[in-house]
Structure formats: C-alpha cells, structure tokens
C-alpha cells in the first residue's frame, strides 16, 4: 500500500506568511488524503514568525513545538508528522532541510553567523539532506540574476504548487544537468483551506515515522511524484504546465 507525503508546508507559529495552525495543516491533509507531511517552516533567515529577539534556545523550541503540536494531533489520526524547515540563504532563496531537528539545532547556535557552505557541510554531517525549493520562483523580492546554489545541494524541488509552471519547467531542466539528484514535489501550503492542497507530494512504498526514515526513503529515489494532483513516475515538461 502506497503513502502519500507532503514535502513542503508551514504554520502559522512559526512561518509569517502562514494562515492555518500547525494542528489544522494537519487535519486538512489528513482529510485530503495523505498519510504525514514535513512540515517546513521559514526558518532564521527567513519569513519567519518566531522573534528574532530570543535566544537561541527559545527560538528553536518555537519552531520544534510548532512541530510537536502537529505530531500530537498527528498521533490522534494515524498521520505521520516529520520535521523539517526552510532555510533562506540570500537573494530570496532558500533551500528545504531534511534530516536534523532540535538537538542538531540546540547545539549549532553558529549558524546564524557560518556562511552557507558551512552550514549545508553542518547538515550534511548530520546525515541531513538539503533540497533547493523553487530554484527559479519569480516574485519581487527575488533578486533572479543570482543563480541557485545547486552546487551545495542533494537534490531540487521540480513541481511546487505554488509556483508558476515555466518557474516548474527551468527546475525541472536544471535536474537533468544533475542525474544524481534527488527530485521532489511539494505543495508550499501555508493555508488548511488552500485548493492547492492534494496537488504536490510524494508517494512511498512505506510509512516514514521520523526524520531519519524521512530521509532514507529520498535517498533511495522509489516513489512518483504528485504533480498538479495527478501521480506521475516520470516528470515531463509537459506535466509542468
């Protein structure tokens, strides 16, 4: 029996731009359907709305109790819940994180300060995975002469649903420059009414309950991909649009 993931979602605790709280984003996608998501707030650097005034500690623990209010509610309807955020890099790009969660942050308050090549160095020793999400969006606070740093990257994010189809379409060619790569889809719902939600995903051969499984199950590359809300093996441009 397959299980349908979502990859890239926020709350309103912790991501400005979000509607809905963690505990609805949950319902909503339960109700549509999946069996878990990541969920992915705008992190430091980011749209973020957790203070920047805190400390460290009590910063982190605003992103992950974000994420243990929609893992209870989570445990109440079978629905798997795994930790993840955003983490924006410069220019109005970001990049989604897999893999670590709040030990990994409580003990690194460097990286508000190490630059991006030591930071996705810091992940990656961790056994956590960086996707570049939206390599190519277009909106106004995007400066889009600066290209993505694919070069530090494990994998790229080729269907958002909230992106415009041509932004699709460059991620999509960009992946093939990279056969290495991980490919994922993701929704980026910051809202529990969003339509959009049922459009992106992943679906696995099995339920991930952790971020570890999380991340192995990207590693191995044996799941379609959800793409304007229809289950696809393989991705073509045509699919994007």
């Given at each position: 029996?397959?299980?349908?993931?979502?990859?890239?979602?926020?709350?309103?605790?912790?991501s400005?731009?979000?509607?809905?709280?963690?505990?609805?984003?949950?319902?909503?996608?339960?109700?549509?359907?999946?069996?878990?998501?990541v969920l992915?707030?705008?992190?430091?650097?980011?749209?973020t709305?957790?203070?920047?005034?805190?400390?460290?500690?009590?910063r982190?623990?605003r992103?992950?109790?974000?994420?243990?209010e929609?893992?209870?509610?989570?445990?109440?309807?079978?629905?798997?819940?795994?930790?993840?955020?955003?983490?924006y890099?410069?220019s109005?790009?970001?990049?989604?994180?897999?893999?670590v969660?709040?030990?990994?942050?409580?003990a690194?308050?460097?990286?508000?300060?190490?630059?991006?090549e030591?930071f996705?160095?810091?992940?990656?020793?961790a056994?956590?995975l960086?996707i570049?999400?939206?390599?190519?969006?277009?909106?106004?606070?995007?400066?889009?002469s600066?290209?993505?740093?694919?070069?530090l990257?494990?994998?790229?994010?080729?269907?958002?649903?909230?992106?415009?189809?041509?932004?699709?379409?460059?991620a999509?060619?960009?992946?093939?420059?990279?056969?290495?790569?991980?490919l994922?889809?993701?929704g980026?719902?910051h809202?529990?009414?969003?339509?959009?939600i049922?459009?992106?995903g992943?679906?696995?051969?099995?339920?991930?309950?952790?971020?570890?499984e999380?991340?192995?199950?990207?590693?191995?590359?044996r799941?379609?991909?959800m793409?304007?809300?229809?289950?696809?093996?393989?991705?073509?441009?045509?699919?994007?649009?």
């Amino acid at each position: 029996m397959p299980y349908l993931y979502e990859t890239h979602c926020h709350c309103a605790q912790c991501s400005r731009c979000a509607h809905s709280d963690s505990r609805e984003m949950v319902r909503a996608y339960r109700k549509a359907g999946y069996a878990g998501l990541v969920l992915t707030d705008h992190f430091i650097f980011g749209n973020t709305a957790v203070s920047r005034s805190l400390p460290w500690a009590d910063r982190m623990h605003r992103y992950y109790d974000a994420y243990l209010e929609a893992r209870e509610e989570g445990e109440k309807l079978d629905f798997d819940v795994i930790f993840g955020f955003e983490h924006y890099y410069g220019s109005g790009k970001e990049m989604l994180v897999y893999g670590v969660g709040l030990d990994f942050l409580l003990a690194h308050p460097e990286i508000q300060r190490i630059p991006l090549e030591e930071f996705a160095a810091l992940v990656r020793s961790a056994g956590g995975l960086l996707i570049h999400a939206h390599p190519y969006r277009d909106r106004y606070y995007i400066d889009l002469s600066v290209q993505p740093r694919i070069d530090l990257v494990d994998g790229i994010e080729v269907y958002n649903a909230c992106s415009a189809p041509g932004e699709d379409v460059q991620a999509l060619r960009l992946s093939r420059e990279h056969p290495a790569f991980i490919l994922t889809s993701g929704g980026d719902i910051h809202d529990a009414s969003d339509p959009r939600i049922g459009s992106g995903g992943i679906l696995l051969p099995h339920r991930v309950r952790n971020e570890r499984e999380f991340v192995q199950a990207l590693r191995q590359k044996r799941y379609p991909w959800m793409v304007h809300g229809r289950l696809l093996t393989q991705i073509r441009e045509a699919d994007l649009l």
